[in-house]
């Protein structure tokens, strides 16, 4: 068998377990490309998803090819398994070990013999947006044939969709239920004398009406379909008259800053939140009581703003600011 052929039949072996083993459930897609520092040094190449498991672990599922750097005779293929620890939560550094195995030779193309492998290491990964993340790694890895042992680096890019998250994330709610503990009847005020909603309040009321909605990278609503963090503010405030700009970088220039205090704040208000305190990456929309609704990998849901809640502790540790677009 010819070399292209192993690496296509390695491929769609690699997709198909993939494809059974995270049916709609998998965190994200990884690339990555590297170098096996032994002999002349072999160019490494992986693909394939991650999902969170439990805390701070997840699993990733990889195919992989190796070749000589030097353009030489040999290569291996094959798929891998790799268990993380804090990757994917946040900015920062993570641990991981992995095993793989497939078909190879060392100096022929082959692919005529089994090989094993097993590696360990650390990494870092970046967050430019909340759904692409940039990472890099070092480790220590050892294949089976000729007991070949060195350093691996690499650096890849991640693209997050659906899923969990590693650490405790933020609960969703009943659509009702939420509907109707964060606003009275339309009409009703306390007391049992009616008036009108306040129009901040009937910001809030449209983005209750998107409770359940998917998460959708870049998404606005359009013909009931999902939102973005973004997409969701721009879509409640626009359906009352307020035009906000599209993306959160930009909406957060909009309107007065607020005391980030609870105590400070009232339905309506714009929630801002980075992963280390630095440039903007996700907003919601503050309903009250200490709780805001925002759009994120679970879809639309109400979360909670406290470090002594187990879910809401998440996002809590990550608010930066509010912001109040109206007053009335």
């Avoid at 390695?10 to 096996?36: D, H």
């Avoid at 599922?61 to 750097?69: K, M, V």
């Avoid at 957060?252 to 400070?264: C, D, F, M, P, T």
């Avoid at 990456?281 to 703003?305: C, E, K, M, N």
Wanted: charged share 20%; aromatic share 10%.
């Amino acid at each position: 068998m010819t070399r292209s052929r192993i690496v296509r039949a390695v491929a769609a072996l690699n997709v198909a377990t993939l494809a059974g083993a995270y049916p709609l459930t998998a965190q994200g897609i990884e690339g990555q490309v590297g170098r096996f520092y032994h002999d002349s040094g072999w160019d490494v190449y992986r693909l394939g998803v991650s999902r969170p498991l439990a805390g701070v672990f997840g699993l990733g599922l990889h195919g992989n090819y190796l070749r000589r750097s030097d353009g030489g005779d040999g290569g291996f293929a094959g798929i891998s398994a790799d268990l993380t620890a804090f990757k994917g939560g946040g900015e920062g550094p993570y641990l991981v070990a992995g095993v793989g195995g497939g078909m190879g030779s060392p100096r022929s193309g082959d692919f005529s013999s089994v090989w094993g492998s097993w590696s360990a290491g650390a990494g870092y990964e970046l967050f430019p947006a909340s759904f692409l993340a940039f990472g890099a790694e070092g480790r220590w890895r050892e294949l089976s044939l000729d007991r070949r042992t060195g350093l691996e680096v690499s650096a890849g890019l991640s693209i997050r969709f659906g899923g969990g998250r590693k650490r405790p994330a933020p609960v969703s709610m009943p659509v009702q239920p939420v509907a109707d503990a964060i606003l009275p009847p339309a009409g009703v005020a306390e007391g049992g004398e009616t008036r009108p909603l306040l129009r901040r309040e009937s910001v809030v009321a449209t983005a209750t009406e998107a409770m359940g909605r998917p998460y959708s990278w870049g998404g606005t609503g359009v013909e009931g379909g999902g939102f973005d963090c973004s997409g969701l503010i721009q879509h409640a405030y626009g359906r009352h008259g307020v035009a906000l700009p599209r993306t959160s970088a930009e909406q957060v220039k909009r309107g007065r800053a607020v005391s980030k205090k609870l105590g400070s704040l009232v339905p309506g208000d714009l929630l801002t939140f980075s992963n280390r305190g630095g440039p903007v990456t996700h907003v919601g929309l503050y309903v009250g009581d200490g709780r805001f609704i925002h759009s994120a990998s679970r879809g639309v849901q109400v979360s909670v703003l406290s470090g002594e809640d187990p879910y809401g502790r998440w996002w809590f540790k990550r608010w930066v600011g509010a912001r109040r677009i109206i007053d009335d």
